[in-house]
Structure formats: structure tokens, C-alpha cells
């Protein structure tokens, strides 16, 4: 009579903080003892107090006899504990799971509806293959049972049956079929979300069902079933694309009528997905005109995306950047709303919005999209390099022709740091409001840096009209990225300059110039992010030296005294280039050879 309750253990919890561990070792030893009673109510009670200190990583599992022994109780309350305790406790390799089937068993066919559901509720917990095999037929049978509330309970726990028992499906596939007409609503809504998460592994099992769940389509009014079938019905038409022309009607009613963004999220998703929007029938729009789908889809998802629900901008959001890859044509006219959510506080948001631009942009909007995402990375408090000298650093002298977009400033005079697309760090001032800039996150930094590369290189450069100008964006990221993407721009800067022949020239400029950037060549490590960049500069240089004047400082660029520094394969690049180099100003100067320069090439 004296033994302790929970909520004497928590009170006790409370005001032990200080020696908590002792306490809780003391009752552990009172609880060792109490679970050998006799007594179903002080060892009901000792469960109790045991799982609770479960919670807190406190090993039970020599206690798994006694849960069993507590889940045979006749009274409920105490049967509810050691069901509680089992489906916390007891995993696969539990030696006493065994000892639980007729017992489950028995609870199953009860008459007490209470204990029926608690039955079910934990076999879903512990149902291990044997386990399930054994119980199968068992909670098939608890199907026909006149309560829903038992009757969802039962296929719940099926699902995760059948999940370790592959082979009942043949037995409860019909028995879904048969309850998809169940009176009870949600009954209908048990069933469906069963079928929906066993389609997710093999959707072919459960053609059979098509019929049925389209009548259920045209014929229920409650959103959250709707929602099942309709993912559904996605993962049917991957296996059957005639179901897209079969779904069109309802779908696009759907669209056109429902106030629940979360059911027309899901309906758009699944016409993107299931290729409904290329089916050649036209449908009415609210105000009477005839219209494409995929145009009424892409005008629904402003309703998404505008909304001040962040998660429901955040699927907006996604569904347009699917729907980018199927229409671009109409998802181009939400570039100018979307460009505003690169400025959105939460960096999730920012993320699936850079994705949905990058692949709206044309030739005429690459400029201004690359110029706001650069700003970006400047703005932030993470900027990796400074370039030197001013108006003097590695991406000036620009020709007249590109003068206009390469003087551009990424942030307007208002801003907190400007930038020139010529790459020249003018004001480094950082703003207060930067210090939780998502602008700073690695990964968005990194998808920022991927997502320009992207725009500009699409279809063979077919966004670009002016090549100077991306290579001064690729030398530019190189001291704003803040991440490790050196790799990565140091492959397309090569890539452009030997593919487009007109921009070699000034591509050998820039290499000029970042090899002479005392500031960037200072930082060389062999684990440096720019070292990369470095090398391949060094390359171009090399390569294409002829293309320019000779010059012995070229030389001198390619041999820095820290050259050791450098990996191995990256030293034997900027030494082949420094020979090229070599070679070509001798043969440049060999027409005017004397002693001075004698001197000048033994130096």
C-alpha cells in the first residue's frame, strides 16, 4: 500500500533535479521488486513507472516478462499499460514476443471493443514476421467488425502486417477492394491511405482498384480522402498513361471549384506528374473561357505560392519549378512574382524559389537574375576574397562593346556593398540585418553559384549574348562564392574559353589578372577552393599566349614563389605554361636579340 504511483515518480523527478540519477536508481531498485508481485495493480503500476523512465534511455528489456504478464490482465487499464510497455519496449529481437500470440489472440475476438483496439494497436507496434503470419487471419477477421472505429484500428495495423508478411496481400488486396464502399467515411478514408502507401512500392498491385477509386473521385466531398486519391491516381498513371485522359474531367473540376490549397496543390501535382495537362481537351475556366488545363493549373499556383501560409508557398513553389520542366512556356509568367521570394527570411522558401527561376530564365532576364542572386552572395557576411587595387583588380578593362552590362552594379547606390560585373569589389561595408542572412548558408551559397552556371550554359550557352561578360561573372564568383566550388569554376571558365573562340582573348586577360592578384595567389594551399581556378588560369595563359603580346612578366606569373605550394598535377600545369610562355616571348624577342636582352632572359 505504500509503493509509489507515476505521478509520484515525476513529482519525485522534480524535486531531484540536482541528484536526479540517485533517485532514479532508487526507484528502479523499488520497481525491480515491485513487478515481482503478485499484485496485477502494483505491477501494473510498476510498468507504468518503468516505461516512463524508458523515455528517458533507461534500459527495461529485462523487465518483457512482466509487460506480458501485465497485458494478460483482465482489468483494461492494466492491460492498456503492458501494451503501452510492449509497443515501447519490445523490438524484433525480443526472446518473449513469442509467449504475446495467443494471448493477442484471445483480445482480438474479445467482446470489449476497448480491448479489441488495443489489441490492434499494439500488434502494429510489435509485429514481427512470425508474429504477423501466426495473427494474419486473426485481424482479417476484425475487418467485419460492426464498429469504424475498430474497423480503422484493423487496417492500420494490416498495413504494418503485411508490410513483414508479404503474402497476405493476396487476402487483404480484396478485402480493401470490398471496403472501399464502407459506410463509414472514415473507414473509406482508412482503406484509401492504405492502398496509397502500399502503390508507393509496387502500384501495379492495385490497378484492379482504378475503377472503384475514380467513382469515389467523382462522388465524395471530403477533401482529406480526395487528397489520398488523387496521389493515388498519380502513382496508377506511371504504370497506365491512359488513366491521364481518364482523370482529366475530374481533376480539372477539382481545380476549378476547390478552396483547399492543400487539395489543389495535389491535384496540380498530380497533372504534372501524371502528364493530365497534355491531354488536347480544353475545359472552362470561372469566367466562362475555354482554356488549355496546364494554362489554368499554371494560373492556380499564384493562389499558392501568394499565400502568407509559408508551407503553402513552399509547395507553390515546387509545383511550379515541375511544372517549368513540362511547360516552360507558361510558367514563364510568374518569373517577376517569383524573383521576389529570392529575398525571402526563410532560406527554405529562397531555395525552391532559385529553383524555379533558373529554369525560367530567358536571354533577356540571365543579366538581372545573375545580378540579384550576385548581390546576394555579397551582401551576406560571407565573402571569401577581396580583390586588390580598387577599380584595378582582376576584371577590368573591359571593351567598349561590353562597357554597358560590365559596369553594371550588381546592388544599386543605395546598397550596402556594390559591385561592378567587372568583378571589382568597390565598398566591402557589411549591414546589420546581414547577420541572419540565409545568404549565408554553405548550401544556398552553393546552389546559388550552381544555378548561375546552369542559366548561362543551358543548351550550349544558348541563354548568353555576351561571352566576356560570363567569364567576368565565373572570375567574380571566384571571390564571392565563400564555398568550395573551385572545381567547379574553374572547369566551365575552361570550358568556355576553348569552345568560343572570340572570347579567348579576353579570357586570357582575366587569367592575367588573377595570377597577378597578389591577394588571391597569397591564400594558395593545395586545399585551396580558388587553387583550381588558379591552375586553370595558368592553363589558358599558357595555351593561348600568342593571341596577345609577349611578355616576360607572363613568366614570372606562372612561377610565383609559392608555387610549392600547389598539388602536384596543379605545379606541373603552371610550369608547362610558364615554358609556352617562354618559348613564345624568345621567338618574339629573337628578331631584336642583343646582349641587354641577354641579360634580361638569363635573369
Not at 475476438?109 to 488495443?118: H, Q
Not at 510489435?126 to 474497423?151: K, N, Q
Not at 548558408?441 to 548561375?452: D, S
Not at 571558365?493 to 595570377?515: N, S
Request: net charge negative; hydrophobic share 45%; aromatic share 8%.
Amino acid at each position: 500500500m505504500f509503493e509509489k504511483s507515476l505521478t509520484d515518480l515525476i513529482q519525485g523527478l522534480r524535486a531531484n533535479k540536482r541528484n536526479e540519477t540517485a533517485y532514479i536508481q532508487k526507484s528502479l531498485e523499488e520497481i525491480q521488486s515491485e513487478v515481482q508481485s503478485s499484485d496485477l495493480y502494483v505491477k501494473s503500476a510498476a510498468i507504468d513507472k518503468l516505461n516512463y523512465l524508458h523515455m528517458f534511455g533507461y534500459d527495461m528489456n529485462w523487465a518483457s516478462f512482466n509487460v506480458v504478464e501485465v497485458m494478460a490482465a483482465q482489468r483494461f487499464g492494466e492491460k492498456r499499460s503492458g501494451y503501452l510497455a510492449a509497443a515501447q519496449s519490445f523490438h524484433q529481437e525480443t526472446d518473449v514476443l513469442m509467449l504475446t500470440t495467443n494471448l493477442i489472440r484471445k483480445d482480438l475476438a474479445s467482446a470489449n471493443d476497448m480491448e479489441v483496439g488495443v489489441a490492434l494497436d499494439g500488434l502494429a507496434q510489435i509485429a514481427t514476421p512470425d508474429l504477423s503470419m501466426d495473427l494474419f487471419d486473426d485481424a482479417l477477421a476484425v475487418l467485419g467488425h460492426s464498429r469504424p472505429y475498430i474497423r480503422k484500428k484493423a487496417f492500420m495495423c494490416l498495413h504494418r502486417m503485411v508490410l513483414k508478411y508479404p503474402e497476405g496481400l493476396h487476402a487483404f488486396v480484396p478485402r480493401l477492394k470490398e471496403h472501399l464502399d464502407d459506410p463509414d467515411p472514415s473507414v473509406v478514408s482508412a482503406a484509401v491511405t492504405v492502398i496509397c502507401e502500399l502503390a508507393h512500392t509496387n502500384p501495379r498491385n492495385y490497378m484492379p482498384l482504378a475503377p472503384k477509386l475514380y467513382h469515389l473521385l467523382n462522388t465524395l466531398s471530403n477533401n482529406w480522402i480526395l487528397i489520398k486519391i488523387v496521389k493515388l491516381f498519380a502513382s496508377l498513371a506511371s504504370i497506365e498513361p491512359r488513366l491521364a485522359k481518364k482523370i482529366h474531367g475530374p481533376l480539372s473540376q477539382l481545380v476549378c471549384t476547390t478552396t483547399a490549397m492543400s487539395l489543389l496543390y495535389e491535384c496540380i501535382h498530380t497533372a504534372i506528374v501524371a502528364d493530365v495537362i497534355s491531354v488536347p481537351a480544353p475545359i472552362v475556366d470561372s469566367i466562362g473561357r475555354e482554356v488549355e488545363f496546364a494554362e489554368l493549373c499554371t494560373r492556380k499556383l499564384a493562389l499558392l505560392y501568394e499565400t502568407p501560409d509559408q508551407n503553402v508557398r513552399y509547395v507553390g513553389l515546387v509545383a511550379l519549378a515541375l511544372m517549368q520542366k513540362k511547360r516552360p512556356d507558361l510558367a514563364s509568367m510568374h518569373f517577376e512574382p517569383v524573383l521576389e521570394f529570392l529575398d525571402d527570411p526563410d532560406q527554405t522558401i529562397r531555395m525552391r524559389a532559385l529553383e524555379a527561376v533558373s529554369g525560367m530564365v530567358t536571354r533577356k532576364t540571365l543579366a538581372k537574375t545573375v545580378k540579384l542572386l550576385m548581390s546576394q552572395l555579397i551582401l551576406s557576411n560571407t565573402i571569401a576574397l577581396q580583390p586588390e587595387g580598387g577599380n584595378t583588380g582582376p576584371m577590368s578593362g573591359t571593351t567598349p562593346e561590353t562597357a554597358s552590362m560590365m559596369d553594371t552594379p550588381f546592388v544599386d547606390s543605395a546598397g550596402t556593398t556594390l559591385t561592378s560585373a567587372s568583378g571589382t569589389i568597390i565598398t566591402p561595408r557589411k549591414a546589420s540585418a546581414a547577420l541572419s542572412d540565409p545568404a549565408d548558408n554553405p548550401e544556398y551559397r552553393q546552389n546559388i553559384v550552381e544555378a548561375i552556371i546552369d542559366m548561362c550554359t543551358r543548351n550550349s550557352y544558348g541563354n548568353l549574348s555576351n561571352f566576356e561578360w560570363y567569364v567576368a561573372t565565373l572570375v567574380d564568383l571566384v571571390y564571392v562564392a565563400g564555398v568550395d566550388v573551385g572545381k567547379l569554376l574553374s572547369a566551365k571558365l575552361l570550358d568556355v574559353t576553348v569552345r568560343v573562340r572570340q572570347v579567348r582573348e579576353f579570357g586570357i586577360k582575366m587569367a592575367r589578372g588573377l595570377l597577378s592578384d597578389n591577394r588571391l595567389m597569397d591564400h594558395i594551399s593545395s586545399s585551396a577552393p580558388h587553387a583550381a581556378v588558379v591552375a586553370t588560369a595558368a592553363y589558358i595563359l599558357g595555351e593561348y599566349c600568342t593571341l596577345l603580346p609577349a611578355s616576360a612578366d607572363d613568366i614570372r606569373l606562372l612561377l610565383p614563389k609559392n608555387l610549392s605550394q600547389f598539388a602536384p598535377h596543379q605545379q606541373a600545369v603552371l610550369v608547362q605554361a610558364a615554358i609556352k610562355v617562354f618559348t613564345y616571348w624568345l621567338q618574339d624577342i629573337s628578331e631584336y636579340w642583343n646582349a641587354e636582352i641577354w641579360e634580361v632572359v638569363r635573369s
